[in-house]
């Protein structure tokens, strides 16, 4: 993978971070979903499912942090635009039953937008407050909860051709 500053667009020719200008780029409909999970013990799990953790609905409060999180990523990430939203949608998919090994819950952002720019960002913050608020509220009966495989799943809209995440089957140590 080439890494020298004339292949990252946030550095100018001297090396220097800068916003990139996306003033002349066309508006055009974009989606990005981003997908993690959070990983924990079987009985945590059980009061997530149940609704009977202390702190509440664990997944509808996570579900608004992780809107609120697409909605701020400009505030967080320096050099991202602050972009007008269209659509933000947070799902999850509770895993107990048929993987017993990895009890956990899979967090799937969806965040759209027509603008010059895409919304990856935004996914991946949207994503990752999502698990961190699971983790928040249920951090009293579990710490050892893990947030892991955070990635871009797919994303479309703008000149690059659309993306979709591909699991390495090799990788060479």
């Known amino acids: 993978m080439n890494t020298s500053n004339s292949s990252l667009t946030h550095f100018d020719a001297q090396g220097q971070a800068h916003m990139v ?4 780029k066309p508006a055009t409909h974009r989606v ?12 945590t799990l059980a009061l997530v499912e149940a609704g009977t ?3 509440g609905d664990v ?9 609120q999180a697409a909605k701020k990523t400009s505030d ?12 933000v949608a947070i799902d999850f998919d509770v895993a107990s039953k048929t993987a017993p090994d990895a009890v956990g819950i899979t967090c799937i952002a969806t965040v ?4 010059p720019t895409g919304v990856e960002m935004e996914a991946l913050m949207a994503v990752q407050v999502a698990l961190l608020t699971i983790y928040d ?3 009293a009966v579990d710490r050892g909860m893990c947030v892991v495989n ?7 809209g703008g000149k690059s051709a659309p993306y979709k995440y591909a699991l390495e089957v090799s990788k060479t140590i």
């Open 21 to 24: 200008d996306v003033g002349a």
């Open 32 to 43: 990005a979903v981003a997908v993690g999970r959070i990983e924990m013990l079987p009985a």
């Open 53 to 55: 953790a202390k702190k």
């Open 59 to 67: 997944l509808g409060i996570a579900r608004v942090a992780g809107i």
């Open 76 to 87: 967080l990430i320096p050099l991202c635009h602050p972009l007008s939203l269209t659509r």
């Open 112 to 115: 759209e937008t027509v603008g």
């Open 137 to 139: 509220m249920c951090k």
């Open 150 to 156: 955070i990635r871009v799943d797919s994303k479309t």
